[in-house]
């Protein structure tokens, strides 16, 4: 089992920048990689960022690429999502997701990979 908690969500205006932190603990040497996902009220919910835990390399959305940045501090267990110039758009409740090593086969951004799900945290951005 993998345990996931996030931690720094909040309300801020658009333009400014907050930073999500994701601590994970228990069996996290049997995922291979952690993601970001976001869920509007009334929408799915989809993928924001995703890092492999071994290569490091990252993969984002198109709607967040070249303002959020995934990180990992492997040593901690810990991911972080910086989110830079945030919109109105990006106003949601994002989850860190942990996958196991057995889903490798599926995208790294692909839902059905992760198996291990935080709480959630509220991000709200005003106009």
């Known amino acids: 089992q993998v345990q996931l908690v996030e931690s720094g969500g909040g309300l801020v205006q658009a333009g400014d920048s907050l930073r999500l932190s994701c601590a994970a603990s228990?069996?996290?040497?049997?995922?291979?990689?952690m993601a970001w996902f976001r869920q509007a009220p009334g929408k799915e919910r989809e993928s924001v960022a995703a890092?492999?835990?071994?290569?490091?390399?990252?993969y984002y959305a198109d709607s967040v690429k070249g303002r959020f940045t995934i990180s990992s501090d492997n040593a901690k267990n810990t991911v972080v999502l910086q989110m830079n110039s945030l919109k109105p758009e990006d106003a949601a409740v994002y989850y860190c997701?942990?996958?196991?090593?057995?889903?490798?086969?599926?995208?790294?951004?692909?839902?059905?990979?992760?198996?291990?799900w935080g709480q959630g945290t509220q991000v709200t951005v005003s106009s």
């Open positions: 890092i492999n835990w071994s290569t490091g390399n990252t």
């Open positions: 228990g069996r996290t040497g049997s995922s291979a990689a």
């Open positions: 997701a942990a996958d196991h090593r057995t889903a490798g086969y599926m995208g790294i951004m692909t839902r059905n990979r992760y198996y291990y």
